[in-house]
């Protein structure tokens, strides 16, 4: 309001933007759309709250953030942190050096669960005493808070990926990726650090996963094939799709 002689006896504070339901838990906040909605945080995070909160979110940096349009379905993206049975296959000289493939630790909390892949370095805890094995520095973790969120807890970083769909478009999604970091990068090489880190995920995920799953949905719509298998291997990749279909009232 440059000139407010033009607005006489008006409150500003009566004029803002329409007020969202909005809740700091932990250490994150989350906002409803829906400005006559309610958050019900307790039993959507019911299980995995206690873990969340001991990552201490709260102290972490937004270091950056990318936004990707991709020409895929918005579960696809989701899927891909769901299973390391493609590690070997798909990611040979990115991720597939540092993790073992086909190896994961799965445990579900109604619609939501997370999943830990192993880092090849954990071999090097076969002679030490288990109260120095330190689980996130040998693991990446990933929490998948349904139906859209994917926050991967990674051995010194955390980075989130948020997929929306395209309003009917069925074969197209936007990708909010964020990494955050523990402190403010204040020097020229914690950014190549970082900037090396972030290079990778792109890398990994958008140049070879999102790559392939963009054919993949071509070839899902060309309707040459009726249904997908997933493997007792990929109890997350499971368990993701029968919350889906419980969400949707699917029998």
């Known amino acids: 309001m440059p000139d407010k002689r033009n607005f006489p006896d008006i409150a500003l504070s009566e004029h803002g933007l329409i007020p969202l339901p909005l809740e700091e838990r932990p250490g994150m906040l989350w906002v409803l759309s829906d400005p006559d909605g309610s958050l019900e945080l307790g039993s959507y995070l019911d299980g995995v ?33 769901l299973e390391p049975y493609h590690f070997a296959s798909l990611h040979t000289n990115t991720v597939a050096p540092i993790f073992y493939p086909n190896v994961c630790l799965f445990e579900g909390h109604g619609p939501r669960h997370w999943m830990a892949v192993a880092r090849k370095n954990i071999a090097s805890l ?3 005493p288990e109260s120095e ?36 478009k069925v074969d197209q999604c936007v990708i909010y990726f964020d ?16 900037d090396a880190n972030i290079d990778l995920a792109i890398r990994t995920v958008d140049a070879e996963d999102i790559a392939i799953q963009t054919e993949m949905e071509r070839n899902f719509l060309s309707g040459a094939m009726e249904y997908m298998l997933v493997g007792q ?5 499971a368990h993701f799709h029968l919350a889906l279909e419980r969400a949707m009232g699917a029998d």
């Open 133 to 168: 094995w330190g689980f996130v520095k040998h693991k990446a973790i990933s929490y998948q808070l349904f139906p859209n969120t994917i926050f991967t807890i990674q051995a010194d970083h955390v980075e989130t990926r948020r997929v929306f769909p395209v309003k009917d």
């Open 233 to 237: 291997n990929e109890p997350a990749l």
């Open 49 to 81: 709250h206690p873990e969340l909160g001991n990552y201490q979110l709260g102290d972490w940096v937004l270091y950056e953030r990318r936004v990707l349009h991709r020409d895929i379905n918005w579960k696809m993206p989701i899927d891909t942190f």
């Open 179 to 194: 990494c955050y970091v523990p402190e403010p990068v204040t020097s020229d090489k914690a950014k190549r650090y970082w």
């Open 126 to 128: 076969r002679d030490k």
